[in-house]
């Protein structure tokens, strides 16, 4: 089935760093979706991207829909202690008339104050 | 706040036994999805329903069944519960049957000893 691969699995970085990470997938999605899990919390939507090669922002966030379409890529500028979490990279996998969400493997975002 | 609310929000229980988790979707969704979240697999969808009726089914066991009563809330039943059901069940919600932009629930974390 569609797997969705997040890299770095994890990032330790200092408060004010820029941040990268990306998704990839072995198969073409249409739609790319940024999710962001707070600890204890369910995940929020940060971004969502429609076609490919579109750039979208979220404050500090921006995200691109790789023009292969088996890519994402997640930017956040100068990061702060808040953005601690897991960022989560999903697509939608659809069957027939029905669409299930797929995430990706994460990426786990520490940030030193 | 997504407005999506799971109870209980922690449940320890012992191997065989059942138990319900219980989903109230945003006033106004009609689609009620839920996930499964453990270290392992990371967050793996199990079951949607759309407007009372089963829409779409994933990675869900057999021990595992879901329901979506005429008010829209939603029960997760777990029975014959092994060790390996431990793990953090999340429920969203969208206002469509085909939405990717879904609103989690803070989870309910289940431990089986």
């Known amino acids: 089935g569609q797997q969705l691969n997040q890299s770095p699995q994890s990032m330790f970085i200092q408060e004010g760093e820029d941040v990268s990470m990306n998704c990839t997938s072995s198969s073409i999605f249409n739609t790319w979706l940024w999710y962001k899990q707070d600890p204890g919390e369910g995940p929020v939507l940060l971004i969502a991207?429609?076609?490919?090669?579109e750039l979208t922002s979220n404050g500090r966030l921006t995200a691109q829909f790789g023009i292969t379409r088996k890519d994402s890529f997640l930017n956040i500028s100068a990061s702060i202690p808040s953005d601690v979490g897991i960022y989560f990279c999903?697509?939608?996998?659809?069957?027939?008339?029905?669409?299930?969400?797929?995430f990706g493997t994460g990426t786990l975002l520490a940030v030193q104050p | 706040d997504s407005g999506v609310t799971q109870t209980p929000k922690h449940l320890i229980t012992a191997t065989g036994q059942r138990v319900t988790l219980r989903c109230s979707p945003r006033s106004g969704d009609l689609s009620v999805y839920w996930y499964q979240q453990s270290l392992d697999q990371g967050l793996q969808f199990l079951i949607q329903?759309?407007?009372?009726?089963?829409?779409a089914k994933g990675n869900i066991l057999e021990r595992f069944s879901a329901q979506q009563f005429p008010d829209l809330h939603s029960e997760l039943n777990l029975s014959s519960l092994e060790l390996g059901d431990s793990a953090l069940y999340f429920c969203?919600?969208?206002?469509?049957?085909?939405?990717?932009?879904?609103?989690f629930g803070s989870g309910t974390q289940l431990s089986v000893l």
């Open positions: 999903a697509g939608p996998n659809y069957g027939g008339a029905t669409n299930k969400l797929i």
């Open positions: 991207l429609y076609k490919a090669g």
């Open positions: 969203a919600s969208s206002d469509q049957a085909t939405n990717e932009k879904l609103f």
């Open positions: 329903y759309y407007n009372g009726e089963e829409r």
